[in-house]
């Protein structure tokens, strides 16, 4: 019989809970370490459960497990803090960062970059300036891009010349930035958005105009048909 | 030997319930048919009853046999606020503080943004036209403080907001009674953030 694999104090988040048995969750965390996992947090739903207060998403925790299934089991959770609960639009955003990692990191799979880039998104999000909520998504959904290999080539155009900051581009999927022709699956970019966006720059609005467009589209590659329920959310309350 | 069919459709029926599996589905079946005919009996016309009788009041939402429930027809209560939780077990435990004397409205659920589960699953329409009665003046916001309910209260508060109603989310802290010693982190972090001047 294999020995049961024990993790201990891992830096995770929790991404997602079901409902599970009378009193159980599960968990669907997100470690450092150890990619993302599914977890039995046995007891979590009793009315005084310490871990009530604790398994809570947004923020830092150690978690301790085992086991050799898919399923394994939470063995102990600590608190890590420093990070206040998210809220209002914030929140909202956080749910759209989970969402995405949810649908698009595979399980068991170290991504130490992603989580770190995570890590400062909901950082960024728990500080709750609204001017910041729109760029710190940009940003994590580069680096979410990038860890997963696919990240785009934001200052060299398709065939391999500068971005020049004044031009106009036709930005394709898996092809990069044109600079000559236009192509129906493109978006249309500023040179100075896409030099923006390379070095995280968000200030101009027009970059943040542009860059929205752009993720959203190299995101859908991504992503497929499958909805994005979060984005929804968002739009909806754009519109109020 | 072969289980009866009949037998099989009230085992699998059983497992509708939360947290009952095969096994225990099959248990009290069995129960039911051996030890305790007359309670089958009882459960099954209850149920029929229940099927029938109950719905929703028209204007809080809760489980009710009328058009509008007990409560919401009371004269005596304050037809200014209405507070907004997510269950009809919620609505029990906040009258049993009797530390509120206005209306409710029974969410019926929660906004899960990560199950799909958006504001038209949840009719939320139904609240915003509630509240627009024209006697409600303050909608308090008594969802669970789970990032789901979070997300809901802000959902509807922004809501409420663009329809020009006031709205207010009923705080949350430590315990009455309770020892800093007791308190889970998450409580108590939360605590220190939300501190308040004196
Ligand atoms: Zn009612």
Redesign the pocket.
């Given at each position: 019989m294999a020995t049961s694999k024990r993790v201990e104090s891992a830096s995770t988040f929790l991404l997602h809970h079901y409902p599970y048995r009378e009193t159980s969750l599960i968990i669907d965390v997100f470690s450092r370490e150890h990619g993302r996992h599914s977890l039995v947090a046995r007891g979590a739903r009793r009315p005084r459960a310490a871990l009530r207060g604790l398994l809570l998403a947004f923020q830092p925790l150690l978690l301790s497990w085992f086991g050799n299934n898919e399923l394994k089991t939470l063995h102990s959770a600590e608190w890590q803090g420093g990070v206040p609960q998210l809220t209002g639009r914030a929140l909202m955003c956080g749910f759209y960062l989970n969402e995405l990692l949810i649908k698009l990191l595979p399980r068991e799979d170290p991504h130490p970059e992603i989580f770190d880039a995570y890590e400062k998104a909901i950082k960024a999000l728990a500080r709750g300036a609204s001017s910041e909520l729109e760029p710190t998504l940009r940003c994590f959904e580069l680096a979410l891009l990038a860890g997963l290999g696919y990240a785009p080539t934001l200052q060299l155009d398709s065939t391999g010349k500068p971005i020049e900051a004044s031009r106009s581009y036709c930005f394709v999927p898996e092809q990069g930035a044109h600079a000559e022709i236009r192509i129906e699956t493109g978006v249309t970019i500023a040179g100075q958005s896409l030099l923006d966006m390379a070095v995280g720059d968000y200030r101009s609005p027009l970059t943040l105009q542009q860059s929205k467009l752009l993720m959203r589209s190299l995101l859908t590659q991504l992503l497929g048909d499958a909805p994005l329920y979060t984005r929804r959310l968002l739009q909806d309350l754009q519109s109020l | 030997m072969k289980t009866p069919t009949t037998l099989e459709a009230l085992i699998q029926a059983l497992r509708c319930l939360p947290g009952v599996g095969p096994k225990s589905a099959q248990r009290m079946a069995y129960h039911l048919l051996q030890r305790d005919q007359a309670g089958a009996g009882h459960l099954a016309s209850a149920l029929v009853d229940a099927l029938t009788r109950i719905r929703h009041?028209?204007?809080?939402?809760?489980f009710?046999e009328l058009e509008?429930?007990?409560?919401?027809?009371n004269p005596a209560r304050d037809h200014r606020t209405l507070c907004v939780v997510e269950t009809p077990a919620d609505l029990l435990m906040m009258e049993q503080t009797l530390a509120y004397g206005g209306?409710?409205f029974?969410l019926m659920g929660r906004l899960s943004p990560l199950d799909g589960i958006g504001p038209r699953e949840i009719h939320l329409d139904r609240l915003l036209n509630r509240a627009q009665d024209g006697m409600i003046e303050e909608v308090i916001l008594a969802t669970n403080f789970t990032v789901e309910g979070e997300a809901t209260a802000h959902y509807i508060a922004e809501s409420l907001r663009s329809l020009g109603i006031r709205s207010s989310r009923i705080a949350r802290g430590l315990p009455v009674g309770g020892e800093l010693e007791n308190v889970d982190s998450g409580t108590l972090a939360q605590a220190m953030v939300e501190r308040r001047a004196l």
């Open positions: - | 009041c028209n204007r809080c939402n809760t009710t509008v429930c007990e409560l919401c027809a209306l409710y029974v």
